[in-house]
Nanobody, 124 residues
Framework: QVQLVESGGGLVQAGGSLRLSCAAS????????VGWFRQAPEKGRELVAA????????YITDSVKGRFSISRDDAENTVNLQMNSLKPEDTAVYYC?????????????????WGQGTQVTVAS
């Protein structure tokens, strides 16, 4: 059973960068679509970025395009979210999620494995 652990969150000034990492234990990310979601206070959970296992299909939500990127490191068995030019509105708990699926899914209900989340706070 794949278990996901996020790391790399923290407090950063607006305009700064953070790199979130999602590590899989008890299995491999191979064949899994992996997504990064975020949930701000009193808001729903939204998909930020996702990557099909083969990297032939990725998704980046419009609000972070040009600032965030998703990458996979098969050797380290991690999926990373590089966040640049951070804004206060990026403040949220960020979650890594995975599903054994041959395509990118935008629906959070499709994802079967979830990490515990990591807090990202962007100060203005």
């Amino acid at each position: 059973q794949v278990q996901l652990v996020e790391s790399g969150g923290g407090l950063v000034q607006a305009g700064g960068s953070l790199r979130l990492s999602c590590a899989a234990s008890g299995g491999t990310f191979k064949w899994y679509t992996v997504g990064w979601f975020r949930q701000a206070p009193e808001k729903g959970r939204e998909l930020v970025a996702a990557s099909k296992w083969s990297r032939t299909s990725t998704y980046i939500t419009d609000s972070v395009k040009g600032r965030f990127s998703i990458s996979r490191d098969d050797a380290e068995n991690t999926v990373n979210l590089q966040m640049n030019s951070l804004k206060p509105e990026d403040t949220a708990v960020y979650y890594c999620a995975a599903v054994y699926l041959g395509r990118v899914s935008l629906n959070l209900n499709d994802y079967t494995h979830w990490g515990q989340g990591t807090q990202v706070t962007v100060a203005s």
